[in-house]
């Protein structure tokens, strides 16, 4: 069974920078591509960061240049380094495979992250 954990979320003030991390169980963690999707209430999940099993990786326009996402494959793990934060990055951040459905999996409960103006 799948279980995608995120972690590292919580209040910052704008300008400020947090890391989320994500921890895989249950999958071939290495084979999938994966990225970061954030959520707002009222709004649909949007993926925010990309990261290939290459390494290779693709941002939104929203995020890039701010945002940097890597992976330990070793640890079956997922990063993402938010720097510059703007309060309308204020969201639920979720980490799945992309696309999401690539998974029989449910998705996690997230982790908020909250920027101050």
């Known amino acids: 069974q799948v279980q995608l954990v995120e972690s590292g979320g919580g209040l910052v003030q704008a300008g400020g920078s947090l890391r989320l991390s994500c921890t895989a169980s249950g999958m071939i963690f290495s084979i999938y591509a994966m990225g970061w999707y954030r959520q707002v209430p009222g709004k649909e999940r949007e993926v925010v960061a990309t990261?290939?099993?290459?390494?290779?990786?693709h941002y939104a326009d929203s995020v890039k240049g701010r945002f940097t996402i890597s992976r330990d494959n070793t640890k079956s793990a997922m990063y993402l380094q938010m720097n510059t934060l703007k309060p309308e990055d204020t969201a639920v951040y979720y980490c799945?495979?992309?696309?999401?459905?690539?998974?029989?999996?449910?998705w996690g409960q997230g982790t908020q992250v909250t920027v101050s103006s």
């Open positions: 799945n495979a992309v696309p999401p459905t690539i998974l029989s999996t449910s």
């Open positions: 990261i290939f099993s290459t390494g290779a990786t």
